[in-house]
Nanobody, 121 residues
């Protein structure tokens, strides 16, 4: 019933920018944290950025000063503005949300399908 849908990925040159969006929909009662992870080929999935409902963003050291996470609580949507992109940022980016549905009772983590970001040299 609950699903997360990412958009905004694509191919850019080094130094360029992209803006990712993720909208949560379905039988949602409340959302606590929303964030972004990424996974490059042959590597583990790593945290990129996370923001709580109180708007307290935190970032991985590798993206500080370049990426900005923001959130529209009225739309259940989280964004990731990515500037000064580097080839090492190439990965599949996954949206995640920790939320309560009207049927699940407990807090549960949900994941999107992922969106590909490719940065060329």
């Amino acid at each position: 019933q609950v699903q997360l849908q990412e958009s905004g990925g694509g191919l850019v040159q080094a130094g360029g920018s992209l803006r990712l969006s993720c909208a949560a929909s379905g039988s949602i009662r409340s959302i606590n944290a929303m964030g972004w992870y990424r996974q490059a080929p042959g590597k583990q999935r790593d945290l990129v950025a996370i923001v709580t409902s109180g708007d307290n963003p935190k970032y991985a050291d590798s993206v500080k000063g370049r990426f900005t996470i923001s959130r529209d609580n009225a739309k259940n949507t989280v964004y990731l503005q990515m500037n000064s992109l580097k080839p090492e940022d190439t990965a599949v980016y996954y949206c995640t949300a920790n939320l309560q549905s009207w049927t699940a009772i407990t807090w549960t983590a949900y994941w999107g399908q992922g969106t590909q970001v490719t940065v060329s040299s």
